[in-house]
């Protein structure tokens, strides 16, 4: 098994004047990653001799989207460091929450940053970056002694955060590139393709996407920051075969596409790849007008368990309200509260058994526990699988609203209003109640131009629903909250709600 850093020094190698990465300013060939990614690596080894031999220390990397941020991340993979990539927007008292808890050995950090942290662990070195310089070529750049391993835990993210505090996962290397391999066979990538993740690096989705695309020896286009403008512009002035995005993301692209005179099509995008959301029937009709030529593949996953389920063109066209079928690599089991086998059709809790599941999360095995079970894992998540192998996802466990004693799975409500052209994007939530307990309440944002009654909505839901799941409010709002990864946060949402109540 190649490790990661290993296959960019092949491809620096075998191909050295090959276009890894094209970023807003430059394009940065394997031979020049290859060789930042060695200074970066003698960098961080400043530490060495400190280090016990089965040390795994982690490297804290607090930057915006750049090609220093790739070096120092593919850096700490090879020399057997581990990763733990920060977010810029957490507050600086969650920021300095996260690096006093997980007390990393190296902490690199764009110059920007570098006042949001006035106080550091003194056990932790501090790297300032300028991701704007080059790296000075006077630097050391020799290959470092210390190397990794196929199980090594090299990265660490944090989940989302939709519904609480973070929590830190490992992973090992193994699981990635185990990944790599089933997803060449699932969206058909090879050395050819130029790729497009327009996300913040700091979400697993854009992480995930470039350095699967490196490891192959493609073509990764590393955007600063979305733009729908500069998204369409790279779209239609580069030939990007693959494009990694969330349903919001589509939605502004798809406005910019609209809006411009100066971009008649997009045929060159073979497959856009999508998690986070279920895409609403009108934005898959959208995806047609903008990228003629792409097939539409939305996987479920989460970061404890990689890849689960993939809902492939096929798919897409014959069981749309599916959530797929099981990723290559991939066993699901659907079971009953007493750990039978669910039969078809009949709801039960989603675990599943693959070679990409997490190492568990930093520092806490208690919670671990919870999640791993054996050479099994479940997130909580209810859904139930028809006779064809298709899996439909009910609920996650966590945003169950219990109402007047009756379980209700909001994502069943937020589905049917989002058949409304006129939504755009809706979120169900339990508000407390004296008489009710929970009151379903629903959120919604209109399409720009669109209106809907509450009427019409309450109507839908009567006709289609059972009557205690129908919405008991409405609101409207003119903007979600959102979590870094694209997703509409509930924390933020819920706090939102309480100053409204």
Same mark, same amino acid.
């Given at each position: 098994m190649m490790l990661l850093a290993d296959a960019i020094h092949m491809h620096a190698s075998q191909n050295p004047d090959k276009t890894a990465i094209f970023?807003?300013?430059? =394009?940065? !060939?394997?031979?020049?990653?290859?060789?930042?990614?060695?200074?970066a690596a003698n960098e961080l080894l400043t530490i060495e001799d400190d280090l016990e031999a089965d040390d795994i220390p982690l490297v804290g990397l607090l930057m915006n989207n750049s090609v220093a941020m790739i070096e120092y991340f593919l850096a700490a993979t090879k020399t057997g460091m581990c990763a733990a990539v920060f977010d810029p927007k957490w507050s600086d008292a969650n920021l300095i929450e996260v690096i006093n808890e997980c007390e990393p050995r190296v902490l690199v950090i764009d110059m920007e940053f570098n006042a949001r942290i006035p106080h550091i662990p003194d056990s932790t070195r501090v790297i300032i970056v300028d991701a704007g310089e080059p790296r000075s070529l006077t630097r050391k750049e020799a290959e470092p002694r210390r190397s990794s391993t196929e199980d090594s835990l090299f990265y660490m993210g944090y989940t989302s955060g939709t519904t609480g505090r973070p929590k830190g996962y490992l992973r090992s290397q193994r699981s990635w590139i185990e990944s790599f391999a089933y997803a060449h066979e699932t969206f058909v990538h090879d050395a050819g393709d130029h790729v497009l993740a327009p996300g913040s690096l700091v979400y697993s989705l854009t992480l995930y996407a470039c350095i699967q695309t490196l490891y192959i020896g493609g073509t990764f286009h590393l955007t600063r920051r979305f733009r729908a403008e500069c998204v369409l512009e790279t779209l239609a002035t580069h030939a990007v075969t693959h494009l990694y995005l969330v349903p919001t993301m589509f939605e502004a692209l798809y406005k910019a596409f609209t809006a411009s005179d100066s971009v008649p099509g997009l045929p060159t995008v073979r497959s856009l790849i999508t998690s986070g959301d279920k895409?609403? /029937?009108?934005?898959?009709?959208?995806?047609?007008?903008?990228?003629?030529?792409?097939?539409?593949?939305?996987?479920?996953?989460? !970061?404890?368990?990689?890849?689960?389920?993939?809902?492939? /063109?096929?798919?897409?066209?014959y069981k749309p309200d599916s959530i797929g079928k099981p990723f290559a690599g991939v066993q699901v089991s659907i079971r009953e509260a007493d750990h039978t086998e669910a039969t078809e059709g009949t709801v039960g809790q989603l675990f599943v058994k693959s070679p990409m599941?997490?190492?568990?999360?930093?520092?806490?095995?208690?919670?671990?526990? =919870?999640?791993?079970?054996?050479?099994w894992a479940t997130v909580g998540d209810l859904a139930t699988r028809d006779s064809e192998g298709y899996v439909y996802l009910v609920g996650r466990k966590k945003n169950m609203i219990i109402s007047g004693g009756l379980n209700i799975y909001p994502e069943e409500i937020e589905k049917l209003l989002l058949t409304l052209d006129a939504i755009e994007e809706v979120i169900v939530v339990g508000v407390p109640d004296v008489y009710w307990g929970q009151k379903v309440t629903a959120l919604i944002k209109l399409r720009m131009g669109s209106e809907v009654s509450d009427d019409e909505m309450?109507?839908?839901?009567?006709?289609?629903?059972?009557?205690?799941?129908? /919405?008991?409010?409405?609101?409207?709002?003119?903007?979600f909250p959102y979590t870094t990864s694209g997703k509409i946060s509930r924390t933020k949402l819920y706090e939102l709600l309480k100053i409204k109540i």
């Open positions: 970023d807003d300013e430059r =394009q940065i !060939s394997y031979a020049e990653l290859y060789h930042g990614i060695k200074l895409w609403s /029937p009108e934005s898959k009709r959208k995806v047609t007008e903008v990228f003629e030529n792409a097939g539409l593949y939305e996987f479920y996953g989460a !970061s404890e368990l990689s890849f689960v389920t993939v809902l492939d /063109p096929e798919g897409n066209r599941i997490f190492a568990g999360y930093y520092g806490s095995e208690a919670e671990t526990s =919870q999640v791993v079970h054996g050479e309450v109507s839908l839901c009567r006709h289609e629903l059972a009557t205690y799941k129908c /919405p008991k409010e409405i609101i409207r709002v003119d903007a």
